[in-house]
């Protein structure tokens, strides 16, 4: 776990190996086996078997990530939710979209509360949230 002081400009979470490595790896695997489905000797099976496993393993590792940060999200959701009730008494407002409450993770508890009610009044965008938070509070256990 990185412990950088973390803010906006460095609240992204890459995982090289993930992000770039297997994206890499994935697209030459693909890349590979469309190249062999036309450059075959007598038979298309062994191309045509290579290429459906090519894309069953793009497919896994896009939902594998994909059902992890929406389980993710859920959670955020329910401890932004808490957090709001803890500090005013009343549940987060309705209004406010997934993608605002993510961005409002990163309020700290002074400001959450006010940011939360502008960020509805205003229809704040979440790049516009995290940009008007003064005292960051850090996420390290993003997925």
């Given at each position: ?120 009044e205003e229809k704040l ?10 005292n960051w509070r850090a ?5």
């Amino acid at each position: 776990m990185n412990k950088r002081k973390q803010e906006y400009s460095n609240h992204r979470h890459l995982v090289p190996l993930y992000h770039f490595l297997t994206f890499a790896a994935m697209a030459a695997l693909l890349v590979g086996s469309v190249i062999y489905f036309f450059d075959r000797g007598n038979s298309y099976l062994p191309p045509f078997l290579f290429t459906l496993l090519i894309l069953t393993l793009i497919s896994v590792s896009f939902h594998c990530r994909s059902f992890a940060l929406k389980v993710q999200d859920r959670a955020i959701r329910a401890e932004e939710n808490l957090r709001h009730f803890i500090l005013t008494g009343k549940r987060l407002n309705q209004e406010l979209s997934l993608f605002q409450i993510i961005a409002l993770r990163f309020a700290s508890d002074e400001e959450f509360v006010s940011l939360a009610a502008r960020a509805v009044e205003e229809k704040l965008k979440p790049d516009e949230i995290k940009r008007l938070i003064k005292n960051w509070r850090a996420d390290y256990y993003r997925a």
